[in-house]
């Protein structure tokens, strides 16, 4: 069972950067796309970028060229997906989830959340003008 759990949220001016982390624990071989999603408030939770088991991203277009995501293996099934984002904008503002599936990410096409199978709690960006 893939066990998520977010941190690193905060509140920045605009301009700042903040980097979420987000333990995954029980990855295995399967669990091979991992993203980070996000909701800002009443809105859809939407797909801000994914990164599959080879490392290959894609962004969705209001964060690309802003935000990066990237993931650490430390163990077998014991990984840290990241999410560095620089460059904020209030409308940046939204709780951020990890999410990871048991299928393949496909490239340059965003995913929603009902193709993911995993999700971790969420943490809070909120980012001020």
């Known amino acids: 069972q893939v066990q998520l759990v977010e941190s690193g949220g905060g509140s920045v001016q605009a301009g700042g950067s903040l980097r979420l982390s987000c333990a995954a624990s029980?990855?295995?071989?399967?669990?091979?796309?991992m993203s980070w999603f996000r909701q800002a408030a009443g809105k859809e939770r939407e797909e801000v970028a994914h990164?599959?088991?080879?490392?290959?991203?894609?962004?969705?277009d209001p964060v690309n060229g802003r935000f990066t995501i990237s993931k650490e293996r430390a163990e077998s099934t014991l990984y840290t997906l990241y999410l560095e984002m620089n460059g904020l904008k209030p409308e940046d503002t939204a709780m951020y989830y990890c999410?990871?599936?048991?299928?393949?990410?496909?490239?340059?096409?965003?995913?929603?959340?009902?193709?993911?199978?995993?999700w971790g709690q969420g943490t809070q960006v909120t980012v001020s003008s």
């Open positions: 029980g990855v295995t071989v399967s669990s091979t796309c």
């Open positions: 990164i599959d088991i080879g490392g290959f991203t894609t962004y969705a």
């Open positions: 999410a990871a599936r048991n299928s393949r990410c496909p490239r340059y096409l965003l995913l929603k959340p009902a193709d993911y199978h995993y």
